[in-house]
């Protein structure tokens, strides 16, 4: 039932479109690069998806996580608007609940962004790699790690965002996170779990050093703690309202 309610929400806030035409303009990335530098990957030796990963993920990666900050905002801003929270405070509504509807809304919006994403690699892939052999197998399992490991980013920022009432804030913090986390290094297995630095993580990097149960694992209780966090921080909020 809160799965409807939030969907109704946001039908007239763009929220929809604008995980769709983030989901368009990542997948256009890896187009308009093999376009340019076609000759210098086609020379490249190994599997032609872990070589477009290797060198697209990063900038599709951060489009993700801008377009994952800007929905929690967005998402937040019309509670928050004219007193809305407030108000429903005093309705038999789990706020609890509608965080969590408000995340699963977001995490199928990001699913469909990955599942964009990674059908245009599959296209350069098919058309500037003679050699590549379609393996649903593998394409499912690094769809599925794509998404795990941006989970938590999606997570933690729903939280930031549903503490702050100025969407500006929350917008703020946001980008201020991914562009520290972005130049922290990468190599690092400390930082690189970190929320809004896992999602640069690829499958073929975390295989080769044996570390894909590390991320899945990890990032799938970083997830859990910070639904925990906020629902612990909605029982102590509406304490003191």
Known sequence: MSLVIESKKLKRTGYLPAFLAGGFLAAAFPV?????KAEEMTSLSGNPMDIL?????????????LISICG?????????????????????????NMFLGKFCISALLLSAMVVIEIA???????????????????????????I?????????MLVIASACKNMWVSLGIGVILVFTLSILPQDNTVLSLFPFSS??????????????TLFLSVC???????????????KVRRCFE
């Open 199 to 212: 999602p640069y993580q690829t499958l073929a990097a975390a295989t080769e050093n044996s570390r894909t």
């Open 72 to 96: 929690a905002c967005m998402m937040y801003h019309t509670e928050y608007t004219d007193n809305g929270m407030q108000k429903m405070s005093v309705l038999p509504i789990r706020q609890g």
């Open 32 to 36: 308009v690069y093999m376009m340019v």
């Open 120 to 146: 245009a690699l599959i296209g350069c892939a098919s058309y500037w790699f003679p050699s590549y052999t379609f393996d649903l197998a593998e394409i499912l399992k690094t769809t599925g790690f794509q």
């Open 220 to 234: 799938g209780v970083e997830t859990v703690l910070f639904g925990i966090v906020e629902m612990i921080y909605l």
């Open 148 to 156: 795990v490991v941006t989970l938590p980013t999606l997570m933690s």
């Open 53 to 65: 990963m290797s060198a697209n993920w990063q900038m599709m990666a951060m489009l993700n996580i």
